[in-house]
């Protein structure tokens, strides 16, 4: 079992006029020794997303934040462009001397209430600057994927890069607002910047999930632990029975998973800032301990917090 630790990172310590509400998807980059890297993205005074990092210590089952939030440390792409009205960063993966960013591009739309693409940025200085890869998305909707790609998280393992993100299947509406379904499909790449969309769904719908969203995919030796949210698409922004709540599915292969929400282990607290939703986790190992990064009610409006195990 998880045990929670509480809110680590509280937006009201920190806001400004480019920081002024949440701190979502959050995860850990180790910097080396008991140094990490947390990424996030936290909501301008014109609720744009935009992306941030603050340092931490992890040692013994806890974490320590370390001065400030620096950012933005990616300036909203150009007008018309997928990500000119917000991006947030979902995963860091080491290419070589270089570090790649996966991120989320965000366009408003009409019908619908958004429009949402990969994008990848570069650091050549173990990630203190950032730069775009390119103008346009390397994951958008497409002939076989007609709404958006969203939330992914790479990792490159056995000489092949493997990314699990977010697919969109429908949008429907319900008391009169539009309402995205989503599930959790794999791509692969040789080289982590052109990716080919293999159409495989590796969590998939069922009576608990009507939207899965954010992955986070660890290999161990016992195989592959994917971790994610799930969430059903009615009432899921007031009801806590409806709303956001972390599951984790197991591989031997990162083929094939099998959903086991009884061994998640994390579940909403009684009250307090994670008890509406839980959403957005990365879990990593340092020092034989694992750690869970989270966000909690609001889609991460007052921060995030962590558990340890």
Known sequence: MWQKKGLLFNVDDFSNEVLVSHASIPFAHHLGADTFRIY?????????????????????????????????????????????????????????????????????????????????????????????????????????????????YVIFDNGLWKMWYISCTQWQTINDYPEPSYHIKYAESEDGIYWKKTGAVAVDYDEKASAIGRPCVI?????????????????????????????????TDAMQWEKKYEATGIELSNSGWDSQMMEYCHVFEHDGISYMLYNGNDFGKQGFGYAVK
């Open 219 to 251: 290999k161990n030796e016992n195989g592959y632990q994917l971790y994610f949210s799930y969430r059903d698409t009615n009432q899921y922004r007031v009801s806590a029975a409806h709303g956001y709540k972390i599951g984790l599915a197991v591989s």
């Open 40 to 152: 996030f993205s936290s909501r301008n005074e014109n609720g744009k997303s935009l992306p941030f990092y603050i340092d931490a210590t992890v040692t013994n089952g806890s974490i320590t934040l370390s001065g400030k939030p620096v950012g933005p440390i990616l300036d909203l792409g150009k007008l018309g462009t997928f990500d000119d009205s917000g991006i947030m960063p979902s995963c860091v993966t080491s290419n070589g001397g270089k570090l790649f960013m996966y991120y989320i591009g965000w366009n408003p739309q009409v019908t619908v209430s958004y429009r949402l693409a990969i994008g990848l940025a570069v650091s050549e200085d173990n990630g203190l600057s950032w730069k775009r890869y390119s103008e346009g998305p390397i994951c958008d909707r497409s002939l076989e994927e007609p709404y958006f790609n969203t939330a992914p």
